[in-house]
């Protein structure tokens, strides 16, 4: 019988300590020095490095965990994008989320147009099992050129906000903790 090694092997810590302190880093507001503080407080002395290196190794793992045990998305879909700076330079975050505030799918691209925007609406319909009844954005013209070149949104109704009026809060809720992890790390670095 073949023996696999479990994920943390060779590691020095026990697994509950890793994924915990993975789960504060990517749930909490925390930088990887808090957390350094937070353990060596409970008896635990690892660097913030160590912490930096166990988000890279297992935080994608975690996420996937996490996507899977997820309810059933909604009917209606939010939809938004926003300006983030990565490495200096300035790419759109599309965000989906649905009425319950869950987010469906995020994306990071160069540009605004109707190929983006359609890469997009593929991406989240192939993460989502079911299509929506419902579609709410802002007044972005990629949103609906995009839509139409999609037979399986053909009969979704697509209801427009006015962007002075901010009702699409659902969607411009969903970038808040970005717009925080932004800030504290003064710019984000990698992708």
């Known amino acids: 019988m073949k023996n696999t090694k479990s994920l943390y092997h060779g590691l020095r810590f026990p697994p509950a300590v890793i994924s915990c302190a993975v789960c504060w880093y990517f749930r909490f507001q925390l930088s990887q020095r808090d957390i350094e503080e937070l353990l060596f407080e409970r008896g635990v002395v690892v660097s913030y490095e160590t912490i930096r290196r166990w988000c890279d190794k297992f935080g994608k793992g975690f996420a996937h965990c996490v996507k ?3 309810r059933k998305p909604g009917t209606t879909w939010h939809l938004d994008e926003v ?3 990565l490495r200096g330079e300035p790419y759109l975050l599309w965000r989906a989320v649905d009425q319950h505030g869950a987010e469906l799918d995020v994306l990071l691209q160069k540009r605004r147009d109707k190929a983006a925007a359609k ?3 593929k991406r989240v319909l192939a993460a989502c099992p079911e299509v ?3 579609i709410i954005t802002d007044q972005l013209r990629s949103y609906p050129a995009a839509k139409a070149e999609i037979p399986e949104l053909a009969k979704v109704k697509h209801v427009f906000v006015k962007a002075s009026a901010r009702l699409n809060n659902r969607a411009e809720n969903g970038h808040q903790p970005t717009r925080e ?4 790390m003064r710019g984000f670095r990698d992708a």
């Open 68 to 70: 899977a045990a997820r």
């Open 83 to 85: 300006f983030v700076s």
């Open 119 to 121: 890469r997009f609406f």
């Open 132 to 134: 929506p009844r419902k």
């Open 181 to 184: 992890r932004e800030r504290r």
